[in-house]
């Protein structure tokens, strides 16, 4: 802590606008990891809590207070007189980490309090809105740890966020390994929000009409959520998902078993149409929930009295829908020259909307049905070009109170979000004694939001994450198809 104090300066990072459009949200996961050896020396205490705040001075960003204008502009300030420190946790729990084995790492094992913070980025007990939040928890007879660290959405990515915690792990073997004259290993992190804009080409090409809604379509609420306070504003999406009764789960889909999947829908599409395993999990993905979605509201005339409320509030979670809107969360970096190379851990993120009739995705999923709907999520990945990512910003820019439409668009809309975060290194965050068994979200997320993510690397395949009203995910645990393709974890 004390070289902390003594080595950040002062500074303001101006935020843009992809940091505000998920500026509500936390990313929380928890890091699961066995002291298979009985090692006396696992993980150790003190050396964790060195190199967290020694990558802090890599991190500055996540001592600053962020300050809002109420007129869609935001930033966060470094007072190196006034710094605003990360929650850090450190408890001892009398579960063992081969009972958290033997439960498959099941949210009902982990001792209780683990996750400090929920999905809500919102004030703690002294009202400040804290950038990081993390938990050691050390498990019985030092067995294993396991590790919850959030962070807030308006500071990074999930690319930022790997950046993080790998550079924390990374400090740590160094620490732990490092003799008097061994020096920091260097890096080099990237917190100017311009770096991104610089990235932009002269040209634009237009949005389509499903994603210009996405985030344009203000009005006297959406205006009026963009200008109130970040802690306000949590208050409020807290209540609402609370209404909405949201229970998650994570599935297993066996490499094995994808790859037969995978080789049954491309035979059904030409040669010149190569599909990705995005594309395939997307239409998999949106047909399942398209389907669970028109069951619930078949079922909507048995709704209790806080699901009436609920309708009232949401009435897109009840009213029958034509179309099914997948929200399809893209990385700009690789589309954009350069800005990976300047390792940008700023929010570089859009989202583009892929409609489709319900009648297409709820006629029944097989390997012929899910060809189409894998082909339309390529062409729509394949149109975000520089020029169209130019065009996303400057049609953000034209209104700054905007970027609360995504977060309300639920409201009026039968939607999910999908963000394939199989490509993180959530895997690589090696303290000294090995990586992660485990890593997986919080137990309750916002509803209709999936992410897919990468499995242990013992494992392979995918796991997919999936957070839903419990009356949704009653269907999602019904429908043969995704059940035969996946298997439930927890």
Known sequence: MDKLLRGIQSQTIDLCIFDLVPSFVNMPFYFYYGNDTNDSDFMPAEQLRESFYTALLDFPILVGHLETDGSGHAKVVVDKDNLNIPEFLESQSSVHFRDLQAAQFSWDALPSGVNTVGAVTSADSSGVIKAANVHVVRLQ?????????????????????????????ELCRWIRSASATTEKPACHYNFERSSLFDKLPEGRKALDGPTLELITSTGPFVRWLAWISPKTRAILFRMSFNLMSVVSHVFHIPASRFASLRASVQGYLSSDVRLS?????????????AQSEAECKQDSASASYISSLASYLFPSMYTPASNFVTQVVIDTRPRLKGLSAANYTGNS????????????????IHEQSLAPIAKSVRQLVNGIDPQYIGQFVDTLHKDPLCFMCPATYAFSKTTMVLSNQSRFPLYEADFGDGIPRWVSPIQTFFPNFLSIMPAPPSTGGYVVYISMTERAMAKILQNKFWMSTSDMVY
Request: charge should be negative; hydrophobic fraction near 50%; charged fraction near 10%.
């Open 141 to 169: 007879d030092n067995s294993g740890i396991v590790l919850f660290i959030s962070m807030a959405h308006y500071i990074a990515d999930g690319v930022g966020y790997c950046a993080f915690i790998n550079r924390w792990a």
């Open 277 to 289: 395993d995005n594309d395939i999990l997307t239409a998999l993905l949106a047909m399942a929930i």
């Open 349 to 364: 993120v859009l989202t583009r909307c892929l409609v489709n009739s319900m009648e297409s995705l709820t006629s029944g």
